[in-house]
């Protein structure tokens, strides 16, 4: 597609539950990140992906948090066991591997943890 | 931890004046900067980004400006319109892929008619 396109754009679940999030990235781009931004903030690292290399895990902040990335295209984000503090919205962004930069996002998922 | 700051989380201005929102980091090895614009809802759009071996760079109605000997960066927004109200963000990071940018907390820019 034209954009980094994320689904679903809002998830509302219940403590403990699992969560997935999807992200598709532009066409051609090889890398892929995820951010997370609770509200009123800036955006924190979660995970990198770069073609089959192994990802880049250093900002997941729990092993409740995991990612993959299948065919080096589309990855989903898991969240397991899900806490109130897991509210927030989920960036996913991708870039090109040559210069590597910008990173262009998509809308993101809004995901509520009740 | 290293972050990108801002100097003010919110600015408002009228329609037509220049805006200028600021921006400080702290990592002397950051040589890529960019900057993104927030609208509600929305994910962060690419606005302009600027590498270290420049201190000036100019897009449409928006310019960058880089000083490495104080650590700042401004962004520029010329004839401010409505549609340009936004949460603002600065970002840093190497100039290279698999680097994850750093973000500050951003700035709400509110523009009145």
């Known amino acids: 597609g034209a954009g980094v396109s994320q689904s679903p754009s809002n998830k509302v679940t219940e403590k403990g539950k699992d969560v997935e999030l999807r992200c598709d990235p532009i066409?051609?781009?090889?890398?892929l990140y995820w951010y997370r931004q609770s509200l009123g903030q800036g955006l924190e690292f979660l995970i990198y992906?770069?073609?089959?290399?192994?990802?880049?895990k250093s900002g997941l902040p729990s092993d409740r948090f995991s990612a993959e990335r299948t065919g080096g295209s589309v990855s989903t984000l898991t969240i397991q066991r899900t806490q109130q503090e897991d509210s927030a919205v989920y960036l996913c962004?991708?870039?090109?591997?040559?210069?590597?930069?910008?990173?262009?996002f998509g809308d993101g998922t809004r995901l509520s943890i009740l | 931890g290293e972050s990108v700051g801002l100097h003010l989380p919110t600015l408002s201005v009228q329609e037509g004046d220049n805006s200028i929102i600021n921006c400080a980091y702290s990592?002397?090895?950051?040589?890529?900067f960019i900057w993104y614009k927030q609208e509600s809802g929305k994910g962060p759009q690419f606005i302009i980004d600027?590498?270290?071996?420049?201190d000036k760079r100019q897009g449409q109605r928006v310019t960058v400006l880089l000083n490495k000997t104080v650590k700042h960066l401004s962004l520029q927004i010329a004839a401010t319109q409505p549609g340009d109200s936004a949460v603002y963000f600065c970002?840093?990071?190497?100039?290279?892929?698999?680097?994850?940018?750093?973000f500050g907390k951003g700035t709400t820019l509110s523009v009145s008619s």
């Open positions: 962004a991708s870039s090109r591997t040559i210069g590597g930069q910008p990173q262009h």
């Open positions: 066409s051609g781009h090889t890398a």
């Open positions: 992906f770069q073609g089959n290399s192994a990802p880049d």
């Open positions: 990592n002397s090895a950051s040589d890529y």
């Open positions: 600027i590498r270290s071996n420049m």
């Open positions: 970002a840093e990071t190497l100039n290279q892929a698999g680097t994850a940018l750093i």
